[in-house]
Structure formats: structure tokens, C-alpha cells
Nanobody, 122 residues
Framework: VQLQASGGGLVQAGGSLRLSCSAS????????MGWFRQAPGKEREFVAA????????FYADSVKGRFTISRDNAKNTVYLQMYSLKPEDTAVYYC????????????????WGQGTEVTVSS
């Protein structure tokens, strides 16, 4: 599975962005998908994850209520809709795919995309 993240950019605090992650390869719908982010000088951290069917979603406390993860298996794409962005959301955002639908908040994923940069100005 190859993953391509897009949709990052510069946005003012309070604004919104939608990230997309397009997958190529076989059996995208078999994989749970996750979004992680890494801010400058910090470790990569979990943001959100979604089960293969989309029925279950998981969020970091820091983004709960502001971010929404979704997927369209017909388009082999997972999305991260981000609202009420804060300067502390500034980071490179990575999408990832995991075959085993467990421990989705850990960075134990099978495949990773290249990242898309999000900058939130105050």
C-alpha cells in the first residue's frame, strides 16, 4: 500500500483544513487508517484513527471535538477534517495504514505516507 497525503497549508487560528490521504495498492478497505503528526522538535504523536469499515473512530484528547476522521473506501481515501485550528496544531501530518485493528493509537502501522505540513498562525 502506498499512501499520499495532501491538503496541508497555512491557516489562521480558528480556521479549518481538510487533509486527504489517497492509497494505491490492494485491499485498502482491509486496513485501519490513522493520522499522526510531528511538530518541530517533538516526537510524533497520534491524532486520529478509523477502523476499516469506518464504524469506529478514535481521537487524541487534544483534537477531540475539533477534528473528524472519515474514509471513502470506494475512493481509497481517508480524510481528516480539522476545525478550530490552534497554533499548537502546527506540525507535519502523516497518514498510515495498519492491517491489525488494534493499538491504533500507537505508531505501529504497516505503511506510512510522506506527510503534509500544516501551519497555524496566531
Amino acid at each position: 500500500v502506498q499512501l499520499q497525503a495532501s491538503g496541508g497549508g497555512l491557516v489562521q487560528a480558528g480556521g479549518s483544513l481538510r487533509l486527504s490521504c489517497s492509497a494505491s495498492g490492494r485491499n485498502f478497505s482491509s486496513y485501519a487508517m490513522g493520522w499522526f503528526r510531528q511538530a518541530p522538535g517533538k516526537e510524533r504523536e497520534f491524532v486520529a484513527a478509523i477502523s476499516w469499515s469506518g464504524a469506529a473512530t478514535f481521537y487524541a484528547d487534544s483534537v477531540k471535538g475539533r477534528f473528524t476522521i472519515s474514509r471513502d473506501n470506494a475512493k481509497n481515501t481517508v480524510y481528516l477534517q480539522m476545525y478550530s485550528l490552534k497554533p499548537e496544531d502546527t506540525a507535519v501530518y502523516y497518514c498510515a495504514a495498519r492491517l491489525l485493528p488494534s493499538r491504533l493509537e500507537y505508531d505501529e502501522y504497516d505503511y506510512w505516507g510522506q506527510g503534509t505540513e500544516v501551519t497555524v498562525s496566531s
